[in-house]
């Protein structure tokens, strides 16, 4: 573009700082005395949730009154958010205010008819446009400044050449590093921090040498289509099925590379629990599933603890360049748009390092769960219902932004994220932004099916739902959490429930390997159960104990009406325990234990964000394309920088499938960059 041209954008946001410029003359500014309105009420309806009216009246030089009629919007929540709003519109005496978090359409709509009650006032055309890029919610990571591409770095210090560049030592990362180098490539593998990333232990695969041999386990095509189905399913089809097939199909060779690997390194890989032993015991159960294969390991270790500090280890030992403590900045392309290399940044003195990578560059940077901006824009169900993103700190989206820079297309589904509900909030804490981990305690139990009642002590779900779906629950509660309550039947309430995937607390009957591994995981006993789980949180302070229910209600914050709230809904849920048929949920019999024997426990539980889940679209040899769906030359992107895979829900019947496509797509990226096919030689 020209310079004396303008963009669509940005003419619309400079029509709306203008607007905002005469508006925001208020009482007091020495313009102010300025005649810009004619004196008199006028009034605008703009659809929002129903119909939004925005009445305001004017003296010649400000706004004097606001009142909007917002009735037919969300009780508790357009009705809240109109009566900020109205304050807003008169402090600011303007309709350019910032929209209420968890309101946004109420919002736009009284921002437009705030808007078209200021022209009408002011006897200027409503321009519709330049009211909509002005009631517009402000998503930053679209905004052309947020997103600009940015200038080229071009005061280079050094310049390697190489044949693959890894960006992140994640689980993406170590396995395509390794890989790469494993193939005979000569690799660069760069890292922001001092060492690998270690979270997460579940590594779903179907079908390995180790299932089959050690195991006698294989499923069969229709079995592994009806996994394939079923993941699409979670995501309503809003996904690439071909990326779905992919990793189902092939993640039993790739996890054979990574247990022979591993053994190599005196591990032990085993199964943990199998949907064969789980699923098709009980089907209706839904937190049952788990397929998955992971590294033996000591007490409380989970795999990439263990499995990433090795990678490293391998990597020193194939004389992969590791540049850890360096920064990716920007990706380096020809003419034709092809990537040809990476910008990085030394931490240590700043100083930029241009790397040539003539096969290609994998990015696996961990996705944006720690970038609050990127989580306004991209995923509107997370960011107002998380209280904890440990484990994202390090994921600020830089992957992601250096793909779209360079021309590949990301999701635009807003993708959710995986989650554990199993946060434990501070009271006087609030849920979503900012995030403030600190003030939450994991609290593993959070899983259970518990009976959960909201702040107003009603029961409002059916409790037994995977953790997105538990969570999901939430967000239509006031205050988007809620409370677990439960008795001190917990040991064989949690004995009733066993929970599998990483929920579990006890060991699941009839799953293989179900009880080995100790420590947080898998009790034995009663007592183990106390010590491990229900001490720490009651010395937090953030489990309340309590003689009676109406005690515990209060002790959790809930007024006297909440409270005799809770106390019918504990009595009511009682009453079906003692039918044996939940006729307000469908919660299955198994998971209803009555609440009756006293001392009685409770707890806040929220969102603790895992992984982001929308990203870069890709093609089946992991190549970034653009909207297109051509290919960008020399960029591959894996992990959770790579989209396409989920929508709306992460499908958590098939615990590790983050970790599993993780490991699987490293590994099958690393072999498309080094020999040109996904397939082992
Ligand atoms: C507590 C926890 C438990 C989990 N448990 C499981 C589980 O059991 N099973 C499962 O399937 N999934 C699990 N997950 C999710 C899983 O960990 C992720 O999906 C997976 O790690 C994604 O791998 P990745 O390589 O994309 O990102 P990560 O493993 O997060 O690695 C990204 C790396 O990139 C680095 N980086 C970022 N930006 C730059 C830059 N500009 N330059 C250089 N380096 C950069 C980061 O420092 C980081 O080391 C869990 C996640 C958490 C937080």
Redesign the pocket.
Known sequence: MKSNQISRRSFLKGMAAGAVAVGTLGAGSALAEEKKYTPGTYSATVRGMGDVTVTMTFDETSITDVVIDAAGETQGLGDVAAEKLREAIISGQSAEVDAVTGATVTSTAVKEAAGKCIAQAMGVPFAEETAAAAAAPKTKWYDEAYFAKPAPITDISETIDTEVVV???????CIAAVSAADLGAKVVW????AG??T??????AYNSKLMKEKYGIEYTQEELNEIINDICRYGSYEVDQRLVALWVNESGRTMDWFVDKMAAKGINTFIETDMKDTLYMNKVQTHTVYQGEFKELGPNF???QVANPLWVEYADEMGVNRLFE????QLVQDESGKVTGII?KRNADGKFIKVNASKGVIL????YGGNPEMMEALNYRDKDVICNN???A???G??IKMAMWAGAAIDRNHAGG?AFDRAAINLDHHVGAPYDSALTDIWWPGSQPWLNVNTKGERFANEDLPYDFHINSWLRQPGKFCYQIFDSNYWSDVNAFHTTI?SRVVAVPGARNSEVLPGVFPCKSEEEFYNVYMKPALESGKLKQADTIEELAKLLGMDDEAAAACVKSVERYNELCDKGIDEDFGKQKKDMTPVRKAPYYGIAIGEWL??TMNGVRVNRNLQAVNDDDEVIGGLYV????MGGFFNNSYPQMY??????K?TCF?RLAALHAVTGTIEEA
């Open positions: 960006v992140g030592a994640g689980n993406g990362g760069v890292e922001k921090n690998p990333i979270w997460a232990g579940e590594i779903g989970m795999g990439s360096h920064t990716a900045m990085i696996s940077t961990g996705g440990l484990g994202c390090f994921a600020q830089d992957g995986c990483c895992l992984a894996v992990g959770n920088d615990g590790g499938t983050m970790q599993g993780t490293a």
